[in-house]
């Protein structure tokens, strides 16, 4: 069987969970599509710059080539690809293998490495028939990343999604008992936490009513300046602001929006030292509570890359 047959049988459901949670966290739009480019999965996380760029039939006809483009490179190299996937914006290809074959590919991106060209912005804005601000507004509100941390994401997804399709040929069929589906996708959860313990980002979870740290990975911990995740716990997320009304604001847009993304963050460690981070985060329901919780990762940024509000 060809593997282009095989991605039928395989636990997309499972991926299509890792994928909004991976998307969730880092900010951006992820799918996964097969080896003619075509999407499995539902989009996850798309921006609006990615909707207006998809709504235009010229623009939507170029990035197909280039990600057929994409495509070829990776099913030549067998790794991931990181590539231009709208004028000065980026995106990464991750090849998921089952049984040494290339089956499928996760597209993350659109980010944005630096500030927008005016030149390309005022082109694009063209093409796709929209006016130069709306475009601008558009980029700025993509996630900012550097070449080596879209790396570092493609490997991370390519990574858990080879191993839950290796399960799969393993004998571990998710879809045969409701039984089997329960354990493959507490399996997967735990890879993926393990996984998570171990990015250089902070990722965290939050009680949007009283508004207390509820987990943080130990990254995050340190990004604080805490030498443990123990020491955030049921602390009031606003005491670590340097103004705590900015935390206001953030949580009048999240309660509205559902989300928030590139949201500048002015903190003071414990030990008085002042740093800026950027937060992509999300409002999600606690199975269990009922509860509505603040979903999110966050990054140091130079002061000079930190936008103010």
Known sequence: MKAKDQLINLPLQVLQKIQDNYSTALGIPISIRNLDGELVTK????SRLWNLIHSNAEA???LLKILKVAIEKCLRTGQIVTF???????????????????TAFFIGGLVRFGNPNLEIASEQAKLIGIDIDNYLDSY????????????A??????????????LETEGAAIT???????TQLEESNDLYKRIFETVTDGIYLADLEDGTFLDINPAGAQ?????KPELLIGKAVKDIYIRPN????????????GQIINWPANVRTPQGQEKYFETNAKLINDQQTGRKIIQGIFREMLPRNHRKI
């Open 176 to 182: 045969k008992k409701n039984q089997q589906l329960t």
């Open 246 to 257: 900015e935390r206001s604001h953030y949580l009048e847009i999240l309660k509205k929006e």
């Open 223 to 227: 990004l604080l300046g805490y030498d």
């Open 84 to 102: 231009e996937r709208h004028p000065d914006t980026y995106a990464f290809l991750a090849p998921i293998y089952l049984g040494g074959v290339i």
């Open 140 to 151: 700025l509100n993509l996630p900012f990343f550097t070449k080596e941390r879209l790396e």
């Open 153 to 166: 994401a493609a490997n991370l997804i390519k990574l858990i999604g080879t191993t839950i399709f290796t």
């Open 60 to 62: 939507e006809k170029k």
């Open 43 to 46: 989009l996850s996380n798309a």
